[in-house]
T-cell receptor
Framework: QQQVKQSPQSLIVQKGGISIINCAYE??????FPWYQQFPGKGPALLIA?????SEKKEGRFTISFNKSAKQFSLHIMDSQPGDSATYFC???????????FGEGTQLTVNP | NAGVTQTPKFRILKIGQSMTLQCTQD?????MYWYRQDPGMGLKLIYY???????DKGEVPNGYNVSRSTTEDFPLRLELAAPSQTSVYFC?????????????FGSGTRLTVV
């Protein structure tokens, strides 16, 4: 019930391409879905987040798409850049006083 | 503003030894967390605290203990270290739960048990 499944485990994209990372959750009580970005040797940092009252949220080149009926959400990185190379984690929680459950992570490599 | 500070950054322990991973935050956050990160496994919650004097177990608490005597500090204690505890440990804090503000993570402690 608490799992968040993330795919793919690794992703290689050419500069300028679109990177897509997918997550699926089981617990229908989840209603907060953030994405975290982690560079080597650093802790994860909040990138973008969405709540289920909207189907899409965009911040610059980063977009979250949310499908409540399918219990899935995804991160799209447009015009991917080598500086986007990092590990990305999706996560989910209930809003009030709850802990984040993280996906397994996706290691993104953007080739120049 | 230092955020979340973890010490040490690296440590090698022998099987059976004990140690404390230190975590302190200067953002006056109520909630603090300890996660471990293993390749391909994501971040697993070890313990968390919603305020000074209050702690609770996460998904993988066995072999660990925590305390929260102040708002700022949330140390993680490893007793009788085992090879299975080889991992990267992250401390995080948040204002209230996981709402708009997200978690602030420290830079991690890489622990090897040999």
């Amino acid at each position: 019930q608490q799992q968040v499944k993330q795919s793919p485990q690794s992703l290689i994209v050419q500069k300028g391409g679109i990177s897509i990372i997918n997550c699926a959750y089981e617990n229908t009580a989840f209603d907060y879905f953030p994405w975290y970005q982690q560079f080597p040797g650093k802790g994860p940092a909040l990138l973008i987040a969405i709540r289920p009252d909207v189907s899409e949220k965009k911040e610059g080149r980063f977009t979250i798409s949310f499908n409540k009926s399918a219990k899935q959400f995804s991160l799209h990185i447009m015009d991917s850049q080598p500086g986007d190379s990092a590990t990305y984690f999706c996560a989910a929680s209930m809003m009030v006083g709850s802990r984040l459950t993280f996906g397994e992570g996706t290691q993104l490599t953007v080739n120049p | 503003n230092a955020g979340v500070t973890q010490t040490p950054k690296f440590r090698i322990l022998k099987i059976g030894q004990s140690m404390t991973l230190q975590c302190t935050q200067d953002m006056n956050h109520n909630y603090m967390y300890w996660y471990r990160q293993d390749p391909g496994m994501g971040l697993k919650l070890i313990y968390y605290s919603v305020g000074a004097g209050i702690t609770d177990k996460g998904e993988v608490p066995n072999g660990y203990n925590v305390s929260r005597s102040t708002t700022e500090d949330f140390p993680l204690r490893l007793e009788l270290a085992a090879p299975s505890q080889t991992s990267v440990y992250f401390c995080a804090s948040s204002y209230t739960g996981a709402t708009n503000y997200g978690y602030t993570f420290g830079s991690g402690t890489r622990l090897t048990v040999v």
